[in-house]
């Protein structure tokens, strides 16, 4: 009597309350670990930014408010963008839930009862119908039997039939049947509680570009320190006036490219709005950077390579039974089954236009997955008695003696197809086989058809994996299904399998070097539980692959999580789009390859906007020590505003719009790519500069009076007018020369030609010409202006650069300099 007093009664008030006061009620997951206090500290005191805001105060209160604004202008719009991005993603990581929050059917104080799941406690006794979803972990109790769809949780399609003492897992569905449950895991503690935990963690994720950059502005704000400290103990000694000193602080600290991370997320915004065209939802904002350096694609099959339903593939009449008629049996044996599933949803849609006719339906014995069989017992004209569709295997035993089958199902199930039996009994079946509980079948049930049924392939699968493949992206399935089925799907698509599929029990059973080599090796691996994707992807990683995860059930939660990026469907639970870095809109993963490429359409963007940003750093630094050396004065905030926004403001916006879709060269090679044209041509140009500068300064020194203010007239205001001009010519030629001249050879072989950079640059070097030409504009950019003569020299000067810089790229000096290979 002890034992059915819960299952009758459950728990009182009284008993609740005390477990939920020894901490046994249901504990929500924890939230997402960051604060928004915590997100405005990282993204606004930063060393940059506190460095730059600091001179920009400085600047301030010497009332050189312009100079202030300027300066702190790009940085100000990378910060905003930042935050914004980073409040986005904790409120999406905050509303992540596994559940879809449905009510809980408890028995209390011997009634049933309605309440939140938050108000369970441990030892609750919870009633379980059909279609009610389960809330917390725990196992059967009496003696119900019921069906349940774990596909959210495990990846497995096929209902399990649950009797008393198997467990039950919160997040998934009674499909069938009626019992009775005790909470045991609530809230965190069940496995759907930690996936969520697991699923609120915060990561961030820098893509191999942005790392890059990160250490690139390290090591420049490193130089421009030391720079910073030499000019106070320089202007120190020389008793410069102290608006000139924060001045030449703000001209070095310019050295550090800040404009990188506008350039980068203009690229990325692009390549967002690129995706969306074609049915990709960009979550991650550099998640489109991130997709170039995929090299391992781990996907699930159904709802991926199969749009998640099955096909009628071939029918196989026995006996005297023609197809049409075994088309309208089969229809009207579908059309009054009481629950549909897939398989009876796919037969009825093959066959519903020959089962049209209205018959009486006696009982009823729904499909069970432990069974592997379902009948009807019908009666009317032309289908009465008792009709039973189920596995060939299990219902051989039933049929009548001696019959045989053919071929028909061994050749359907070695295509990993599921193949069912259809067969009738003329007699009136007793009460025995209609109980629901032990049933069995008549003897001598006479075949009539036999069903093959295939998984629906997505049209554009195989089309797809072709593109990975000559994206050079390995394909890797990680499905809750057997693996022959999974394998012959994948056989179908024209997916190579070189190594034998992996299950579950094998990866469990395997040294963790057996399974770095046969995870490496394998393309197949079914009867995966979530934990062990999870385990896969690391493994991955630990293989030295950049992974992308598809995804769409909570099983998948924890692999999007541990992957490098994470693609989730449309359709997918809450929790994996919450979680996923790219959403595709049509469920369909034939966007993946466009994204792919534009991926690299930006990784080659950067790469061009990298050689410009750096050049002009190298060649700006190059000057400041040199000409400071020689003991004069390189440049003026504003003129280094100007010379930015001429040759790398404007023109690395274009160039992200106009950046190549190919594969991006990520060794040691695209390193030496970019020191060949960053160190050959900031050399050369700060070379012709720095003499630019000292031709015209000696020139306006022998024939000007000595200044009043040598800082704002004179000489200086000349020299510094006159190599800014050159800066800003040299770095417009930099961008239509922004590749190597084998580069161009390889371009115009392939017939391709973009007169987009040589239109951009004349209209700039023209804007910068009227710059000069108008007075307020010349005076606003501290420009002065110059001689003909001057402007003649320089523009001798540039031709003689250019003329210099490619005889380095044509002969490859830089390389044979460092005896590199050609």
Not at 490 to 497: A, E, S
Request: with cysteine; glycine share 8%.
């Amino acid at each position: 009597m002890q034992e059915q007093r819960p299952l009758i009664q459950g728990l009182s008030t009284y008993e609740v309350e005390e477990r939920r006061a020894r901490g046994l009620g249901c504990v929500p997951p924890p939230a997402t670990g960051r604060s928004y206090l915590r997100i405005l500290r990282e993204n606004v005191l930063n060393t940059v930014n506190i460095i730059l805001f600091s001179i920009a105060l400085a600047l301030i209160l010497l009332r050189q408010y312009l100079d202030a604004i300027v300066s702190v202008g790009v940085v100000s719009f990378n910060m905003i963008i930042s935050l914004v991005q980073e409040v986005r993603a904790k409120r999406t990581l905050d509303r992540i839930a596994l559940l879809t929050r449905p009510n809980a059917l408890v028995l209390r104080d011997g009634r049933e009862q309605l309440i939140e799941p938050e108000e369970l406690v441990v030892g609750d006794i919870l009633v379980l119908g059909p279609g009610d979803q389960i809330v917390v972990d725990g196992p059967l109790v009496g003696n119900g039997c019921i069906e349940v769809d774990e596909s959210l949780l495990t990846g497995e399609s096929d209902p399990m039939t649950k009797r008393e003492g198997d467990q039950l897992y919160a997040g998934t569905f009674c499909i069938a049947g009626r019992a009775y449950y005790r909470a045991e895991q609530v809230g965190v503690q069940s496995v759907a509680g930690r996936l969520t935990a697991g699923a609120r963690a915060y990561r961030v994720t820098l893509t191999p570009l942005q790392r890059e950059i990160v250490i690139i502005i390290r090591l420049l704000l490193c130089v421009a320190l030391f720079l910073e400290f030499l000019q106070v103990a320089a202007a120190l000694i020389s008793g410069m006036p102290m608006v000139e000193v924060v001045r030449m602080a703000m001209v070095i600290i310019s050295i550090v490219p800040n404009g990188l991370f506008l350039s980068i997320s203009v690229a990325y915004a692009l390549g967002a709005v690129r995706m969306a065209g074609k049915g990709a939802l960009i979550q991650r904002f550099n998640a489109m950077e991130s997709l170039s350096h995929v090299d391992v694609l781990c996907t699930d099959k159904t709802g991926t390579l199969t749009t998640n339903m099955l096909k009628l593939v071939a029918l196989q009449p026995y006996g005297e039974m023609d197809e049409v008629m075994l088309r309208r049996l089969l229809g009207r044996y579908c059309r009054h089954l009481s629950n549909q599933n897939a398989t009876s949803a796919a037969i009825e849609a093959a066959c519903s236009e020959q089962g049209m006719e209205e018959v009486g339906v006696r009982r009823e014995i729904p499909f069970s997955a432990r069974r592997r069989w379902g009948a009807l017992v019908m009666e009317g004209s032309g289908m009465a008695g008792l009709y039973v569709l189920g596995a060939p295997d299990t219902l051989q035993p039933w049929l009548v003696p001696g019959m045989d089958l053919g071929i028909f199902v061994e050749q359907e199930t070695m295509q990993g197809r599921r193949v069912l039996l259809f067969a009738h009994a003329d007699a009136v079946v007793g009460e025995s086989v209609l109980t629901g509980g032990d049933e069995c079948l008549p003897a001598n049930l006479v075949p009539l058809g036999a069903i093959s049924l295939g998984d629906h392939l997505r049209p554009e699968a195989r089309e797809t994996l072709e593109r990975f493949a000559r994206l050079g992206v390995q394909i890797k399935i990680i499905s809750g299904d057997h693996p022959q089925t999974v394998a012959r799907i994948v056989q179908q698509l024209g997916v190579n399998i070189a190594a034998p599929p992996l299950t579950g029990a094998d990866i469990d059973a395997l040294d963790e070097g057996q399974l770095k080599r046969c995870v490496e090796e394998a393309t197949i691996f079914g009867r995966i539980s979530p934990a062990q994707k999870e385990r896969l992807v690391q493994i991955l990683h630990d293989n030295s692959h950049y992974v992308a995860m598809i995804g769409d059930g909570v099983n998948d939660v924890l692999a999007l999580k541990q992957a490098d990026i994470g693609i989730a469907m449309q359709s997918g639970s809450q929790a994996s789009r919450g979680v996923a870095d790219v959403i595709l809109l049509r469920d369909t993963f034939a966007s993946l390859p466009y994204a792919v490429q534009e991926g690299q359409r930006i990784r080659n963007g950067m790469q061009d906007i990298l050689k410009l940003f750096l050049t002009r750093v190298a060649t700006v630094t190059l000057l400041l020590i040199s000409i400071s050396y020689v003991g004069g004065i390189a440049f003026q905030p504003r003129q280094i505003s100007v010379l930015t926004f001429f040759t790398v403001g404007v023109p690395t916006l274009a160039l992200a719009y106009w950046a190549r879709a190919e594969r991006v060269v990520q060794d040691e090679r695209g390193r030496w790519s970019l020191l060949g044209f960053m160190v050959p041509a900031s050399v050369t140009m700060g070379i012709v500069a720095l003499c630019v500068y000292l031709g015209v300064f000696i020139s306006a020194m022998l024939r000007l009076p000595v200044p009043a203010n040598p800082y704002r007239e004179g000489p200086i205001p000349l020299a510094q007018t006159a190599m800014i001009l050159f800066l800003v010519l040299c770095g417009l030629m930099l961008v239509v020369v922004v590749e190597p001249p084998n580069r161009w050879r390889a371009e115009r072989e392939r017939g391709k030609k973009n007169w987009g950079p040589v239109v951009l640059v004349l209209v700039l070097a023209i804007s910068f010409m009227g710059v000069i030409a108008v007075p307020w504009l010349r005076t606003l950019c501290n420009l002065q202006m110059l001689s003909f003569v001057a402007y003649v020299c320089i523009g001798g000067a540039c031709v003689c650069w250019g003329l210099w810089l490619w005889i380095i790229w044509r002969f490859h000096l830089f390389e044979r300099l460092f005896q590199r290979g050609m």
